[in-house]
């Protein structure tokens, strides 16, 4: 997914990131399809989530763009084992 946020926008998201507490965690499980739906829900629910590699630590820069890409939000930021996605609203939600 290609970048759809500013500069600014990102600036912004990142800083609200940095109060936020990982909702989920990458373990043993890794991209399961139960990971990816809570996921979906958490972001469907607060927008902006960050997330935890417990596990995976090697792989966490490939993985994380493909877990945007498969609940289709936007990878804000990865530092060292947490990474934050966002995905807004819809109109319906």
């Given at each position: 997914m ?11 998201l990142?800083?609200r ?51 945007a ?5 936007e ?16 109109a319906?939600?």
């Amino acid at each position: 997914m290609d970048s759809s946020l500013s500069g600014s926008q990102k600036r912004a998201l990142k800083a609200r990131a940095q109060l936020l507490e990982p909702a989920l965690k990458l373990g043993h499980g890794g991209m399961s399809p139960g990971f990816i739906s809570s996921l979906q829900s958490a972001l469907a629910q607060h927008e902006l989530v960050k997330i935890k590699f417990t596990d995976f630590k090697d792989e966490k820069k490939t993985l994380a763009p493909q877990i945007a890409e498969a609940t289709g939000s936007e990878l804000v930021m990865r530092v060292g084992n947490v990474a934050v996605y966002y995905r807004p609203r819809s109109a319906g939600e």
